[in-house]
């Protein structure tokens, strides 16, 4: 029920951090420009009042999604459970040796055999017996 409320407050800070975001002005004009150009006789909010509100209010509506995302990530509802997933799982993790150097005999090497001829010879070679059709 808190993750849910918490994800509803972090859409509408997104939303309005979307709109906040698209209003400032940019290289040249902008809201704040449209306004301060459109008023007559510097009445209202000016160029420089315009661009800080829009400025201060991007700073806390970052930091509001930063807080509120950390607060979902411990407001989830984890069902209860102690344990990973691996340990869910019932994989078991392999028991390491000590002090066993020579592992050679006990696991198969990483490197496939040679295919071998009847001969017993491997086939690998460039320069065999197999025809020759150059």
């Known amino acids: 029920m808190l993750y849910n409320i918490i994800l509803v407050l972090i859409v509408l800070v ?5 709109i ?3 209003l400032q002005p940019g ?9 301060a150009g459109g008023m007559q ?7 420089r009042r315009t661009a800080d509100l ?7 509506l970052g930091g509001a999604l ?5 607060l979902a990530n411990f407001a989830i509802d984890r069902g209860g459970t102690s344990e990973s997933a691996v340990q869910e799982s019932g994989v078991e993790v392999p028991v390491q040796q000590q002090n066993n150097f020579d592992n050679s005999s006990q696991s ?4 496939p055999d040679m295919p071998q001829n009847q001969d017993g010879n491997n086939d690998a ?8 059709n150059n």
């Open 41 to 47: 006789g510097g009445a209202g909010l000016g160029a």
């Open 14 to 18: 997104c939303i309005l951090l979307t």
């Open 20 to 22: 906040v975001v698209l």
């Open 108 to 111: 198969p090497s990483a490197v």
């Open 125 to 132: 070679g460039g320069s065999g017996s197999d025809g020759g």
């Open 66 to 70: 930063l807080v509120l995302s950390l």
């Open 27 to 35: 290289q040249g004009g902008g809201l704040s420009g449209g306004l």
């Open 54 to 60: 829009l400025s201060k209010s991007t700073s806390v």
